[in-house]
T-cell receptor
Framework: DAMVIQNPRYQVTQFGKPVTLSCSQT?????MYWYQQKSSQAPKLLFH???????NEADTPDNFQSRRPNTSFCFLDIRSPGLGDAAMYLC??????????????FGPGTRLTVL | QQQVKQSPQSLIVQKGGISIINCAYE??????FPWYQQFPGKGPALLIA?????SEKKEGRFTISFNKSAKQFSLHIMDSQPGDSATYFC?????????FGTGTSLTVIP
C-alpha cells in the first residue's frame, strides 16, 4: 500500500546531541512537510519542500534543518536538541499544485525524547 | 497569531448523541478546509474536507457545515460512538500552507 513511513518511531537522544529523523513516501507526492506536535497541542508546521524547493516557516528555529535528497525521502535534522524539542515529529505529503490537490497524508510520527 | 480558532477544547457526548466542533478563520485566501482525526500515538488522518464553494458536505455520520460569509465551519458527528473518541483538528490551507486549529478532545461515553 502507498504510504508515508517514518523511522524510527521512537528516538531518545541526549541534550545537545544531533539527531536525524527520517521520512519516506511511496505516494510520489511533490510536497513533503515536517510538523512538530507537543502534547495536547496542534501540529506546528516547521517547513516543507515542494520538489526541491525548500520553504521554511518564519518562526522555525535555526536548530532545525531538513534535507530532501530525492522525491521519496526527507530528513529532519535537529542540530543541538534541547529539552523543549521533545515532541512528536510528523511527516506529511501532498500532491501539491492547485487547491484540488491539497489532501495531506500523515505518517505515524516519531516520538523524540531528550534526556 | 492563531490562523484557525477551534472550540471547544474538550467535549463529552453520550453514545448516540451529536458531537459538534466549531472552527473560525480570518484569511479569505484559504481554499481548502479539512478535518483530521487523531488517536493517541498516531498521526492525524483525514476525516472529511470541504472547499468554500459548497455549504455542506456529508460522508456517512460526518458532516461539515461551511459558512463563507461568517468565515466559520463546523464538524458534526451524528450517532456518536465510543470508537469516535479521539482528538479532532480542523485546518485551513492555501497553496501548500496548512494551518491547524488547537484541537478538540472528544470522549463518547457508552
Amino acid at each position: 500500500d502507498a504510504m508515508v513511513i517514518q523511522n524510527p518511531r521512537y528516538q531518545v537522544t541526549q541534550f545537545g546531541k544531533p539527531v536525524t529523523l527520517s521520512c519516506s513516501q511511496t505516494l510520489n507526492h511533490n510536497v513533503m512537510y515536517w510538523y512538530q506536535q507537543k502534547s495536547s497541542q496542534a501540529p506546528k508546521l516547521l517547513f516543507h519542500y515542494y520538489d526541491k524547493d525548500f520553504n521554511n516557516e518564519a518562526d522555525t528555529p535555526d536548530n532545525f534543518q531538513s534535507r530532501r535528497p530525492n522525491t521519496s525521502f526527507c530528513f529532519l535534522d535537529i542540530r543541538s536538541p534541547g529539552l523543549g524539542d521533545a515532541a512528536m515529529y510528523l511527516c506529511a505529503t501532498s500532491r501539491g499544485g492547485g487547491s484540488s490537490y491539497n489532501e495531506q497524508f500523515f505518517g505515524p510520527g516519531t516520538r523524540l525524547t531528550v534526556l | 497569531q492563531q490562523q484557525v480558532k477551534q472550540s471547544p477544547q474538550s467535549l463529552i457526548v453520550q453514545k448516540g448523541g451529536i458531537s459538534i466542533i466549531n472552527c473560525a478563520y480570518e484569511n479569505t485566501a484559504f481554499d481548502y478546509f479539512p478535518w483530521y482525526q487523531q488517536f493517541p500515538g498516531k498521526g492525524p488522518a483525514l476525516l472529511i474536507a470541504i472547499r468554500p464553494d459548497v455549504s455542506e458536505k456529508k460522508e456517512g455520520r460526518f458532516t461539515i457545515s461551511f459558512n463563507k460569509s461568517a468565515k466559520q465551519f463546523s464538524l458534526h458527528i451524528m450517532d456518536s460512538q465510543p470508537g469516535d473518541s479521539a482528538t479532532y483538528f480542523c485546518a485551513a490551507s492555501t497553496g501548500n500552507q496548512f494551518y491547524f486549529g488547537t484541537g478538540t478532545s472528544l470522549t463518547v461515553i457508552p
